[in-house]
């Protein structure tokens, strides 16, 4: 089994509220990511956590903030946002987290913020 | 810094026709090299991927691609395209190093002519 799940997969918010994406997977990976998908463009890596603590942090706004609590789960927590944050929200994992592993994608929340 | 580059944004081609979309990256050492598909609003899957070897490799749904390293160039092929290849594929480039970060190109949106 190779799926990696995100709820909710339509999330509408203000931007004064606080809302939470959800990532889960079961294969056993150790290395989980977010990603950022704006409309018609590739996406864009925001944040890594390796063995459930953070590796890498793609200068992200602190409005955002990933929460990795256990090694199934990641949460990616959400406050004050912009409009132009409104873009899909893809989350992967992959077995290790080093060059070359496979990320595997989950099929993204699509968020709009207003 | 690693980077890829996918000159076609578009391409249209009628349903049995042959493709090939191109991706030519820019990495300092052997790259791991990887062509994922996307569907409107959904995830990305994994196609195929290279790491070392045999430069040919074979994917699922049919597709190949040719690491040719004096070209710098990662192209995806398929012999007959079927309607429901229709899609945005990414070419990407991942580090050797860790975090396993992925470098995507901007995409070829593929559409298919009954």
Redesign the interface.
């Known amino acids: 089994d190779t799926e990696?799940t995100?709820t909710p997969k339509h999330l509408v918010m203000g931007m004064t509220n606080k809302k939470s994406l959800k990532c889960e997977q079961h294969m056993g990976h150790r290395?989980m990511?977010w990603y950022k998908q704006k409309a018609?463009?590739?996406?864009e890596?925001m944040f890594?956590y390796?063995y459930e603590k953070l590796?890498?942090n793609e200068s992200v706004p602190s409005r955002f903030s990933p929460e990795c609590p256990n090694s199934s789960l990641l949460n990616l927590h959400l406050h004050a946002l912009q409009p132009e944050d409104s873009a899909?929200y893809?989350c992967?994992s992959?077995q290790?987290?080093?060059?070359?592993?496979?990320?595997?994608?989950?099929?993204?929340t699509?968020l709009l913020v207003l | 810094a690693q980077s890829v580059t996918q000159p076609d944004i578009h391409i249209t081609v009628s349903e049995g026709a042959s493709l090939e979309l191109r991706c030519n990256y820019s990495y300092g050492a052997t790259p791991?090299l990887?062509w994922?598909v996307q569907s409107p609003?959904?995830?990305?899957?994994?196609l195929l991927?290279y790491?070392s070897g045999d430069t040919l490799v074979q994917g699922i749904k049919g597709f190949e691609a040719e690491f040719k390293r004096s070209q710098s160039s990662f192209n995806l092929r398929k012999p007959s395209v079927h309607w429901s290849d229709a899609a945005e594929y990414?070419c990407a480039v991942?580090?050797?190093?860790?975090?396993?970060?992925?470098t995507?190109?901007?995409?070829t949106q593929l559409k298919v002519e009954l």
Not at chain 1, 98 to 107: A, D, I, L, R
Not at chain 2, 41 to 46: H, N
């Open positions: 990696v995100q290395a990511y018609k463009k590739p996406p890596l890594v390796s590796s890498i899909l893809l992967a992959s290790d987290p080093v060059g070359g592993e496979t990320q595997y994608f989950g099929p993204g699509r | 791991y990887f994922y609003g959904q995830g990305l899957q994994l991927k790491f990414f991942g580090a050797q190093g860790g975090g396993n970060k992925l995507f190109g901007t995409g």
